[in-house]
C-alpha cells in the first residue's frame, strides 16, 4: 500500500470519527487503552487537517523563505502560534464535547432501559500516573447476573473511597460496566 495515495481529508476526517465513537461509545469503562487510542485517533486526525489546511500557505514556509519575501518574520511565527492554539482549541474542544455527550448517553441508558442495583464493594485503590498528575481510581468489584465485574471508579480527591467500603450501584444489564452509585450499602 503506498501512503502518497491516501487522501488526507478522508484520512483525518476517518480518524477524528473514529476515535470520537471510540470515545462515545466505550469512554464509560475507565480504561486507559480505550482513552489513548481514542484521544491520538482524534489529535491524529486533526493534524492530518491541519496539515491539508496550512498546505500551501505561509504559514508552511520556512522562517527564512517567508523573510525574503516579507520583512516582518514576527507576524509569521505569531500566525503560526496562532494557529496550532487554534488547533490544539478545536482538539480538546471535540474531546470534550464528545465525553459530555457519552455521558450524557450512558445517563439516559441507566434511567431508560432496563437496569439493575446490586452492592459492589471496594476492593483496591488503582492509581494512574502521567507526566504531570497523578489520579486515583476506586476499583469497584460486584455480580452482575453470573458475571463478576471489576470496574474502576474516578475518586476527585484521594481518599473519596476506602478499601471495604461498600454501595449500592445500578448497572445497565445490556452494558454491565456501566454503573451509577445510588448510596452506601449497610
Known amino acids: ?17 473514529a476515535g470520537s465513537l471510540l470515545l462515545y461509545f466505550e469512554g464509560y469503562r475507565n480504561n486507559d487503552i480505550i482513552s489513548t487510542l481514542s484521544y491520538l485517533s482524534v489529535f491524529g486526525g486533526w493534524i492530518f487537517l491541519y496539515i491539508r489546511v496550512v498546505k500551501g500557505t505561509p504559514l508552511e514556509e520556512k522562517t527564512d523563505e517567508f523573510s525574503k519575501a516579507n520583512p516582518e518574520p514576527f507576524m509569521q511565527h505569531i500566525s503560526k502560534m496562532f494557529a496550532i ?41 488503582q492509581v494512574r500516573r502521567s507526566r504531570r498528575s497523578t489520579s486515583y481510581y476506586a476499583i469497584f468489584e460486584y455480580t452482575a447476573g453470573n458475571k463478576t465485574i471489576r470496574h474502576p471508579w ?33
Open 1 to 17: 500500500m503506498d501512503i502518497n495515495k491516501i487522501n488526507p481529508w478522508l484520512a483525518g476526517i476517518t480518524l477524528i470519527f
Open 85 to 125: 492554539f487554534l488547533l490544539l482549541g478545536i482538539v480538546v474542544g471535540n474531546i470534550y464535547y464528545v465525553s459530555r455527550l457519552g455521558n450524557a448517553r450512558k445517563i439516559d441508558i441507566l434511567q431508560n432501559q432496563p437496569s439493575q442495583t446490586t452492592i459492589a464493594e471496594v476492593t483496591g485503590i
Open 154 to 186: 474516578y475518586e476527585e480527591n484521594e481518599g473519596d473511597f476506602l478499601v471495604g467500603q461498600r454501595f449500592e450501584i445500578r448497572y445497565s444489564i445490556k452494558y454491565p460496566e456501566m454503573v451509577e452509585i445510588i448510596g452506601t450499602a449497610r
